[in-house]
């Protein structure tokens, strides 16, 4: 399969390959700037620096793509850096400086995302896919984990070394407190409900997010079983899947359901085109587990009951009717960030990560994103083997999420990473199938 230098970063040579072997570039960029911001998570979080580590290791990969040269881009990841291009013209409607600092730390994130997709595509000798999905790996685990120490301490708040030395002027934004002195869980009491719903959250500020980062990171974690070789991990990772789906239904999270449903009923029609028909019948089985763990955990009637105290349909339905209303009238670029609606008491563009693209960069700015998706997703249809797939679910689960969740930085992360993993080994003809 060929493969063609798609496009280069400033300061780097455009050029066009045919199915290269590795260059002796391809050994100058190190593995650690990714593997800190992947296996390194649960460590950084710890202290603190949520806010700050990705941006600081994007800009690390970005000074190391610049000192070596010769960036090559693969076919899919251009429609990312339009995206970002117009997301920098959006900011001409910003509307004072407290908008303009949320505006910068979105931007920030957008454009660190672009660089590791970038950083990865070039560390073809240094970072096989394995050691990428490897360390998407630990932050599943992560999330796992810190999710089940949040159902047995939901009060619990980490100290973290950074949050005891910011200044008391950043620490009065609610969502840099959590960021620094994060929760474990989201503690919540609706008007009425006779007891607060204890729904995990860490390594996130909201439960909303850990449902996200489950839904995406789960697929992922079904690779990683796959790629397996040995019993003992196998059956490591697998005790770690069924004990995930505790947190997981404790966050009464409907989004988080749908999207794994959605990316999961994707990866078994696809098996069951390919004529596998065992894998059908064993992937079977795991899903009629896991609706019968619903059922008599009794994690079902959880959502409904919390549907019964808190009516989050109809107040969606609210703020994305007066979400359109307002970018009508800024279609091209929107305004820049989301803003507080005084009607209804809550900011316009933050009940979903395509209404905040349609409010932040109007209908130019989400109709890029979703061409950076969607190409994405139509290049990679043929993805390799029963694992391949896998991957490709989670940009299908994507697509069943950002109408209704937003995506953080980790999440677009995971989502960044999975699929430049698919583009890369499509434009190298590399092969994912118990990958070294």
Known sequence: MNAKSFGTVPGARAQI?????????????????MLVLLAGFPVWWAFGAAPFAPI????IMLALLVCRGNVTLVPGLLPWFAFLAWACVAAINLPDGGTALGYAQRLGNLMAVGVYMVYYVNARRSLPAQKVMTGIGVV???????????MMWPEYRLLTPIGKILPGGLLKNPLVYDLVFPPLAEIQQPWGAPEPFNRPAAPFPYANS???AFALLTPCAVYLLLQARRWWVKIGILAVIALSFLPALATSNRGMLLGLAVGTAYVLLRVAARGQLIKVAGLGLAIAGVVG???????LGDILGRQQYSDS????????????AAVLNSP???YGAPRMDATIGISLGTQGYIWMLMFSFGFVGLGLFLLFLGNGIIRTWSAPGTTGLWLHGVLITTVAIIPYYSLDIMQMSVVGLTMTVLLRARAYGENLERSA
């Open 140 to 150: 599943w685990l992560t999330v796992v984990v810190l999710g089940l120490l949040a």
């Open 313 to 324: 349909t109809s107040g969606r339905l609210s703020i994305y009717d007066a979400t359109l």
């Open 293 to 299: 763990a619903l059922l008599i955990s009794g994690a």
């Open 56 to 59: 600081g290791l994007a800009a």
């Open 332 to 334: 091209w670029v929107g």
């Open 210 to 212: 850990w449902g996200v």
């Open 17 to 33: 390959r045919h199915t290269p072997p590795l260059s002796p570039t391809d050994s100058g960029l190190p593995a650690w700037p």
